[in-house]
């Protein structure tokens, strides 16, 4: 596969769950980053009982390119709910970024890759189990508890006070690898 470039991209899916308590933790990296982006294109969101979604244009210099942001309103679970969404659109699956918490990354890190397994994150279980794994995946890493059997209550926890500091400057390091620009 080629190395990722925005202009190959139709739709950007952030995921997380829905609901105020829900934002601050870990599992919602990929909420945070996409209501990120959508601020940044002065985008408003639409509601629908699925999933919220907006179109946003960036320019390419020499053409506008036209992209859907969406967050599934199905919780982490059943985030490929908004597949027929995309098949409706006309989206193909690898046309498709998808912005998730990682917990083989150290916090911070991150990187943009195509395809691959679930690796126990359920909701890119989900997308994979309607759509395939023929899609971009933007990986957030937010670290992992020591014992396995701490991994739901980690991931639903919120971010440390010196994460949530950190992350002022990492969520537009995560836009400007989405975007292509200098990091």
């Given amino acids: 596969m080629e190395k990722f470039k925005i202009e190959h991209i139709k739709t950007i899916i952030g995921l997380g769950n829905p609901g105020r308590q ?59 709910d908004i597949v027929p969404f995309l098949n409706k ?32 994150h359920n909701g890119l279980r989900s997308i994979i189990e309607k759509a395939g794994s023929d899609f971009w995946r933007l990986r957030f890493g937010i670290g992992r508890p020591e014992q396995k059997s701490e991994v739901g209550n980690y991931v639903l926890s919120n971010f440390s006070k010196e994460e949530e500091d950190q992350l002022v400057s990492l969520i537009p390091k995560a836009i400007n690898l989405i975007l292509n620009k200098s990091i």
Avoid: C
């Fill in 22 to 80: 829900y934002y601050k933790n870990r599992h919602n990296i990929g909420f945070r980053i996409i209501d990120e982006l959508a601020q940044i294109f002065s985008a408003k969101w639409i509601n629908l009982k699925d999933m919220n979604f907006v179109k946003i244009n960036i320019d390419l210099g020499v053409n506008i390119h036209e992209i859907f942001l969406i967050k599934p309103n199905t919780f982490m679970n059943n985030s490929g």
């Fill in 89 to 120: 659109k006309g989206i193909k699956i690898e046309e498709v970024l998808v912005i998730h918490d990682e917990l083989q990354k150290k916090f911070g890190d991150m990187s943009i890759k195509f395809g691959g397994s679930a690796r126990g």
